[in-house]
Each structure stands twice: as C-alpha cells, then as structure tokens.
C-alpha cells in the first residue's frame, strides 16, 4: 500500500482510500513533557493518550500517534516535524522524528 | 542503569513479588498482571526504575503495561498510569506560569545557535507573554495580538545588531 505525496486525493479516493498513520520515534533529546503537549497540539489527542503515547515511544522506541487520510497525516506530520526543541532540554535543537506510513 | 544498580533493583523487586528476578529479561517473562500488581506494590520513587528496565524489551513491556487489553488488568493498568504521570510530568501550575521565563533565559539568548533552535517554541506563545518577556529582558514592544513573528525578528535583530 502506497501512495505517493504528491499524488492528488479525490472524494471518491477518499472514500475508498487506504488509511495512513502516522509513526513518532523516540530519541533522547525530549522529555515526557515535550511530547505530551506536542501530541495535544499537533494530533488532538487528550492529555491522557498523549502520556501513553509518550510511555510507548520511550519504551518501544515508536509510537502511533495518529491515523488518518494521506493528506491528514502529512498535515499532523509537518507540524510535529516543525514543533522545534523541547525548550526544558538544553541539549534540545531541533523535534522529534515523525512520519507518515501506509496502515 | 548500571548493572548492579540493575540487579540490586531487580532483587528487591523479586522480594515484593515472591519469585526471582535477576535480569531485566526476566520481567518479559512476567505476566501483565504480575507485572502490574508489581507496580502497585512499589512505592512511586521506583516506577521510572522499573520503567527504565523495561526499556529494551521492545513492544512487550509496554502491552504488558496497557494490560494486554485484558478488562481484569484494567484497574491496575490505569492505576499505573496515573501514578507515573502524576510523578514525570510537570505539575500544572508550572504551564501556568510564563513558559518564556522559565525555559528561555536572556543570557542563553546571546547563543543565536542556541536561540534559533527555540523559534517554533517562542512563536507558539501567547502575546501578552512574549510581551512581558520581551519588556523585562530586552525593552523591547509590546506588539499586537498575532505579532509572534514581528517579535521574534525584532528580537533577532537586537541580538544580532549588538
């Protein structure tokens, strides 16, 4: 299952279209925090799923954070990949890694 | 953790669960149950402890946390939950306050490495915030509603003119 980027999404695609996810990896340069509140900002989640969200990545190293339409995901995507630093953690530069993968 | 640190830790965890633990891959072979009744038993201080030991186990120890979906470990599995949230995360009052004095000290600012990095972070702020930091820190605004960005550059200029 793939469906390229660029690759238009038309009402009846949608319909039928094949769901995407999108996956959030772990690393050791943000804290619990960070990824609660990036996870309520960028993929709605509550804070509750959001801290389990956070256990997962830190344990299994990714986490599913949001399912959706091709489009959707990149939308949620892009904005966890342009979330920045975690600002608790000097050592911090940049966000976390996030992509969008078929279901 | 370091592995007698480990090992120590696993002892104690086998003594509150009545069965030996010696190393952390014995905790794979654990239940979720008894891995969530040993959680219940454990004062909060260890539960990062039995968290970090659980790292590298891969996807198993963290259903066995969620209780593999079983409606007896619900209890004890949400249990968990909250009380290693309420011991990692930040208490609420701290959101409450400015995010920009706590996490972004001025004199860190002179780093505009350092300060780039904190873009995104310093344009998701509320005004009145960005204002107050920006006043007691560098004189600079206020700017209007929906001015992050204006702030930003006109704090990037000041550092950068200096």
Redesign the interface.
């Known amino acids: 299952m793939s469906t390229s980027p660029s690759q238009p999404e038309t009402e009846t695609d949608s319909a039928l279209a094949p769901l995407f996810k999108v996956v959030l990896f772990d690393d050791d340069e943000h804290t619990?925090?960070y990824v609660?509140e990036l996870l309520v900002?960028c993929c709605s989640l509550s804070r509750?799923s959001a801290?389990?969200c956070a256990?997962?990545v830190?344990?299994?190293g990714r986490t599913t954070v949001f399912y959706g339409t091709g489009e959707e995901c990149r939308r949620r995507c892009d904005r966890i990949l342009?979330?920045?630093?975690d600002?608790?953690l000097?050592r911090?530069?940049?966000?976390m890694k996030a992509e969008v993968q078929g279901r | 953790m370091p592995d007698e640190l480990a090992a120590r830790t696993l002892a104690y965890f086998g003594r509150v669960l009545g069965r030996r633990l010696a190393v952390p891959g014995d905790l794979r072979d654990l239940t979720s149950h008894d891995l969530l009744t040993l959680a219940d038993r454990i004062p909060d201080g260890f539960l990062p402890a039995l968290v970090g030991l659980l790292k590298g186990l891969g996807p198993a120890g963290f259903e066995k946390l969620l209780g593999e979906h079983e409606e007896e470990n619900r209890e004890l599995s949400d249990r968990f939950f909250q009380r290693y949230h309420a011991l990692v995360l930040e208490p609420v009052h701290v959101e409450e306050s400015n995010p920009l004095e706590i996490w972004l000290p001025p004199q860190a600012c002179q780093d505009l490495a350092f300060l780039s990095s904190r873009q995104a972070f310093f344009l998701r702020q509320e005004i009145r915030n960005i204002n107050e930091w920006l006043s007691r820190n560098f004189q600079l605004g206020p700017f209007p509603a929906d001015a992050q960005l204006e702030a930003w550059n006109a704090l990037w200029s000041r550092l950068t003119s200096a």
């Open positions: 619990y925090d609660v900002d509750e801290f389990r256990v997962e830190d344990l299994s342009g979330y920045g630093a600002p608790r000097p911090s530069r940049s966000s």
